[in-house]
């Protein structure tokens, strides 16, 4: 197999006419692509970009059968000499579900070149924490899973796709994308790709992690010195922090939130966050006119260069075609790329943008939860707010808390 790689060592190769392309194209080209500071970027880099040239090759199934929802491909490639300054001598990429995710990526909104242009074009970045990696145009993350997380994913999948079916796609859930598994040095390392609940434009000033509980659920303060703290429920409650959305905006947030709740009860699923970013209008105003102050003008220009220029038949990555419009002005933002996205009401004492999502969903209650459970109850009382209870307490508790949030 250690010609392999060459099917694909260009991200932009599936914009080609499909027929087999020369090796000796690819000997001749300055090597580029899949270069990060670390191998299983590289590797997955890759794996992503010869998945979607063989998916491409692959006929979108007219439905998707219950084998879609085990199916994996698996590719092993042994001392190639190609790309070999970037990419380690031997690896193994696994997809999981390959149809399951293209469809799912479909319903999303989501087309594939724009997803390899995102994910393979330039390396993923790390976050302050390192737990998860943002592709290089913030559209995406992917997130590093144990392989029990891969069997959760597995057992929930087809009820997940279903969801997905029966909402439109419109849902606070994540948007699962793909998941695979990456093994360089015999070490696997299983990866989740969804879409970035944030913006890839609008700078997040404050953000919460909410779960509707109040025992232990305090920012630590090795938490609140960080640039961009993740504040929990205690801080949310002694901030007086208040979500300011139009009546109907919160009604909506709320059906959504209720189907998505019903969806997780039933797949016996808690311990989920909501998370909650924040961007402030005026502060971000002020920020614009510090930094243009600060910065010269070719420095502004080079920004603006972030997204590789290609002719305007290529894909520009998932948020690529907003660069074609106009310039969008503060606190605006692309409904269909920034899908978490929703404006506070008119009149609302602060002008924000506000990111709302449904977070680490893939616990289920289980022997360890029912463990966790007995021992709080025994520390804090039977009737106290605890975190670990069964999954209809918490989505009742998680409701009720959410539906206080709005001012």
């Known amino acids: 197999m250690s010609s392999s790689p060459s099917a694909s060592s260009n991200p932009l190769n599936s914009l080609a006419p499909k027929r087999k392309t020369k090796k000796k194209h690819f000997v001749q080209q300055k090597v580029e692509v899949f270069r990060a500071s670390d191998p299983v970027l590289s590797v997955l880099m890759w794996g992503i970009s010869?998945?979607?040239?063989?998916?491409?090759?692959?006929?979108?199934?007219?439905?998707?059968?219950?084998?879609?929802?085990?199916?994996?491909?698996?590719?092993?490639?042994?001392?190639?000499?190609?790309?070999?300054?970037?990419?380690?001598?031997?690896?193994?990429?696994?997809?999981?579900?390959?149809?399951?995710?293209?469809?799912?990526?479909?319903?999303?909104?989501?087309?594939?070149?724009?997803?390899?242009?995102?994910?393979?074009?330039?390396?993923?970045?790390?976050?302050e924490d390192g737990l998860l990696l943002t592709s290089y145009d913030r559209t995406l993350v992917v997130k590093e899973i144990s392989s029990e997380e891969v069997e959760e994913m597995h057992s929930v999948l087809s009820e997940y796709h279903q969801h997905i079916v029966t909402c439109h796609g419109s849902t606070l859930l994540p948007q699962f994308l793909a998941m695979y598994r990456v093994t360089v040095e015999s070490e696997d390392t299983y990866l989740l790709v969804m879409r970035n609940m944030f913006s890839h434009r609008l700078h997040i000033h404050r953000k919460y992690d909410l779960k509707g509980s109040l025992v232990s659920r305090e920012a630590s303060f090795k938490e609140k010195v960080k640039e961009l703290p993740t504040y929990k429920d205690v801080d949310f409650r002694n901030n007086m922090q208040k979500v300011y959305v139009c009546d109907e905006e919160k009604e909506r947030i709320l059906d959504k939130l209720n189907r998505d709740l019903e969806f997780l009860v039933r797949m016996r699923i808690m311990d989920y966050s909501l998370l909650?970013?924040?961007?402030?209008?005026?502060?971000?105003?002020?920020?614009?006119?510090?930094?243009?102050?600060?910065?010269?003008?070719?420095?502004?220009?080079?920004?603006?260069?972030?997204?590789?220029?290609?002719?305007?038949?290529?894909?520009?990555?998932?948020?690529?075609?907003?660069?074609?419009?106009?310039?969008?002005?503060?606190?605006?933002?692309?409904?269909?790329?920034?899908?978490?996205?929703?404006?506070?009401?008119?009149?609302?004492?602060?002008?924000?943008?506000?990111?709302?999502?449904?977070?680490?969903?893939?616990?289920?209650?289980?022997?360890?939860?029912?463990?966790a459970h007995a021992a709080k109850a025994v520390k804090h009382g039977a009737g106290a707010e605890i975190s670990t209870i069964h999954p209809e307490q918490y989505a009742k508790r998680f409701r009720e808390f959410i539906a206080k949030i709005f001012a």
Request: proline share 7%; hydrophobic share 30%.
């Open 276 to 371: 909650l970013g924040i961007h402030d209008i005026e502060r971000a105003e002020r920020e614009e006119e510090d930094e243009e102050e600060t910065e010269s003008s070719y420095e502004e220009e080079d920004e603006s260069c972030q997204f590789p220029a290609h002719d305007s038949m290529s894909p520009k990555g998932i948020a690529g075609y907003m660069n074609a419009f106009k310039p969008m002005g503060p606190g605006e933002f692309d409904p269909y790329v920034d899908v978490y996205a929703i404006q506070s009401a008119v009149g609302a004492p602060l002008r924000e943008v506000y990111f709302m999502g449904l977070i680490d969903v893939l616990t289920q209650y289980d022997t360890k939860k029912k463990a």
């Open 50 to 127: 010869h998945s979607i040239n063989e998916l491409n090759q692959v006929p979108v199934p007219v439905m998707l059968l219950p084998d879609d929802f085990r199916a994996s491909t698996k590719i092993k490639v042994n001392n190639h000499l190609f790309n070999k300054e970037n990419l380690p001598g031997q690896f193994k990429f696994k997809e999981y579900c390959p149809q399951v995710f293209r469809n799912l990526r479909e319903r999303f909104g989501i087309e594939d070149q724009d997803y390899q242009v995102s994910l393979a074009r330039s390396p993923p970045f790390r976050d």
